[in-house]
């Protein structure tokens, strides 16, 4: 572990399956070349010395997966990787995925300074010089993204996959990829023609489908950084990601503390053969709406209990 690692470990108080990460991080930049059209078969030979399992990147650059159990951390974790490889490997460029809004709308908040969950805190060399964070709704202001007063700024794109895939104008082109005259060319095509773009990919297994991977892979960036709590593909077949160097389960996270157990709420004698999918997925949503309404009613009743001028507030009737 090098000076960057610790102080990073350190700042971002990262738990043992994070450290853990980083330190994977750190041997796997120290083995393989960062630049474009890096061989892949080399670039895997060396990452099999230090994960043997992994049997191909799956993708058409270097790329390793990082699958954590949910609630372990894999947000904060992102902050670490891309504050290790600005300080360590001088990377610029960085292009973080998200696989909906709900998602984006957090990622964007979390890589804002100030906010309660910001992956930055205590890095110093950050609070001096805050990354930029380009969304998929400021891209287009491209005027006042490339700041040429300030080089060493780390640039982090965050984009919702939609935004790629499926944003198109009245032409039927993405917009992501529609000619800019301050660029000369797409937005698009410029993050491909950087020579550091790193792609960070949370919920990584919702970008195995042909237009996902498509968009990905013409990106062209120098490492793929994937995280997710479900190392498989989606759909019938959900095969086991190839390209796993870690792996962290949640019966591990439970075991350890960083995730609560599980309860588990069914319905006996239910016959699935009975119903439609989207009937299923419709009874589901509302035994999830009548637990958390008997949870938040057995709350108050405990505060009830608990205080009278809550009970006087709530409980009228009492």
């Known amino acids: ?75 904060r974790l992102m902050g670490a990787f891309i504050a290790y490889l600005h300080l360590e490997k001088g990377i610029k460029n960085f292009f973080v995925l998200a696989p909906n809004l709900t998602i984006y709308n957090k990622l964007i908040a ?7 969950k910001y992956v930055f805190p205590g890095i110093q060399e950050f609070a001096m010089n805050r990354p930029q964070v380009i969304t ?5 202001q491209v005027g006042d993204l490339l700041d040429k007063t300030n080089q060493d700024r780390v640039k982090i794109n965050i984009f919702n996959i939609s935004k790629i895939n499926s944003d198109k104008d009245s032409r039927g082109t993405p917009r992501v990829r529609a000619f800019s005259e301050y660029l000369g060319q797409s937005y698009f095509d410029y993050l491909a023609s950087l020579d550091d773009l790193v792609i960070v990919m949370d919920e990584a297994h919702r970008y195995r489908a042909s237009a996902g991977m498509k968009a990905i892979n013409e990106l062209k960036p120098v490492l793929g950084l994937e995280l997710t709590a479900t190392p498989k593909s989606t759909g019938a077949r959900g095969e086991r990601f190839k390209n796993i160097v870690y792996e962290y389960s949640l019966a591990e996270a439970i075991r350890d503390g960083y995730v609560k157990k599980p309860a588990i709420v069914g319905r006996s004698n239910f016959d699935t053969d009975r119903y439609t ?6 009874i589901k949503i509302k035994d999830e709406i009548k637990s958390l309404q008997t949870k938040l009613q ?21």
């Open 1 to 75: 572990m090098n000076e960057n690692n610790k102080m990073i470990a350190n700042a971002l108080s990262l738990r043992t399956p994070q450290r853990k990460s980083l330190d994977l991080l750190e041997q796997i930049v120290q083995k393989i070349t960062l630049k474009p059209d890096t061989s892949l078969e080399e670039a895997l030979d060396a990452i099999r010395e230090i994960a043997p399992m992994v049997e191909d990147f799956e993708r058409k650059f270097p790329s390793v997966c990082f699958a954590l159990a949910t609630g372990v951390g894999k947000t």
């Open 110 to 116: 979390d890589f804002t300074p100030n906010t309660p």
């Open 136 to 140: 998929g709704e400021t891209y287009s």
């Open 277 to 282: 999918e989207e009937a299923i997925n419709e």
């Open 298 to 318: 057995e709350t108050k009743d405990y505060q009830c209990s608990q205080s009278q001028t809550f009970c006087a507030y709530y409980c009228p009737k009492h």
